[in-house]
């Protein structure tokens, strides 16, 4: 078996590719085990580089040894770095993030025997507050799906198909751009199998609007399929096939389309984002009657927890209404 000096490498390169050795066979743990979605672990991945630079110190520059590498951290270490996250402004939820990586890869060395015990042990998560999601009013949305129907040429059949599709479905951006050709409804049916976080599959019922909006996208799908050649046969599987390396829609794309219609309709394009209009489906769907067990199955959430949130955004708006409404309302 070769040897790290068969490959000409220096200490210094060596116990990069160790480590870099180690963060792989943990994300591919976390892929395997957990089901971690791509972006996760490209999240995972971004956190865990700013970690061990955060170790190297400031004085690691090329042809340095680094101060300390991420299985040599202590508790002071991660201590310091989660302070260090606070005073460069990041948000908790960044924080959070960023912090809860550390312990993930800590609690899997540990488990592996790379080291004997885990300095994140101690470590307490950055308070979080919990802020109520942006939600758009229903006069709104129908603007939004107005301005999208006003084209009828294929990038406007597509952003009405996309737009009613996250509204009528609370679908993910990246659920949604990514959606197999093979999820779309069988015939006599009006459901999409979705494959959501965690690997988790759930169904995902279609209005007639979206139903007319998916079939009239269809019949000009074939225009946004890249030219014949390996491309193409990776794009044909997707819903919404784009020429970009990945073979879809990127969310950026999703993004700039609902933004285009924003404007159109006469929006705040700053307000408008395709996650919104997820919220804006499971708190309608509230404000309409729907129990919360219903809506947690429709958006996918694991923990009814998730979900509880959308109650106190309807919660807000039935107090408005009884506030600005009720015959009784003070003055």
Not at 252 to 280: M, N
Request: contains cysteine; charged residues 30%.
């Amino acid at each position: 078996m070769a040897s790290w000096g068969d490959h000409g490498l220096n200490l210094g390169e060596k116990s990069v590719l160790r480590i870099d050795h180690q963060i792989e066979a943990f994300l591919e743990a976390m892929s395997a085990e957990r089901g971690a979605a791509r972006n996760t672990l490209d999240a995972y991945r971004r956190d865990l580089a700013d970690y061990g630079t955060f170790l190297a110190g400031p004085d690691a520059g090329e042809g340095r040894e680094p101060r300390k590498r991420l299985l040599e951290a202590s508790d002071s270490d991660v201590a310091a770095y989660s302070a260090d996250l606070g005073r460069r402004g990041l948000s908790p939820a960044t924080q959070a993030r960023r912090l809860s990586a550390l312990k993930q890869f800590h609690r899997f060395a540990l488990s592996e025997g790379w080291r004997g015990d885990d300095p994140t042990a101690k470590l307490d998560p950055p308070k979080r507050g919990r802020p109520l999601p942006r939600v758009l009013e229903v006069e709104q949305v129908s603007r939004l799906l107005q301005a999208a129907a006003e084209k009828k040429d294929a990038q406007g059949l597509r952003a009405a198909c996309l737009l009613e599709m996250l509204y009528a479905a609370g679908l993910r951006v990246s659920e949604l751009v990514a959606l197999p050709a093979s999820a779309l409804p069988r015939a006599g049916e009006r459901t999409l199998r979705i494959k959501g976080k965690g690997g988790r599959e759930r169904l995902a019922p279609l209005g007639a609007p979206a139903l007319a909006a998916l079939e009239a996208y269809l019949a000009v799908r074939q225009q946004f399929l890249p030219n014949p050649g390996p491309t193409r046969e990776r794009a044909e599987r997707y819903l919404f096939p784009s020429t970009g390396k990945e073979g879809h829609l990127t969310r950026r794309r999703c993004a700039q389309i609902l933004e285009e219609c924003a404007k159109t309709a006469g929006i705040d394009p700053r307000i408008v984002s395709p996650h919104v209009l997820r919220h804006a489906f499971a708190t309608h769907l509230l404000d309409g009657g729907a129990d919360l067990r219903s809506v947690q199955k429709l958006l996918g959430h694991a923990d009814i927890a998730t979900t509880q949130i959308y109650t106190h955004v309807a919660g807000d708006r039935l107090r408005d209404l009884v506030q600005t409404k009720h015959p009784l309302r003070r003055k």
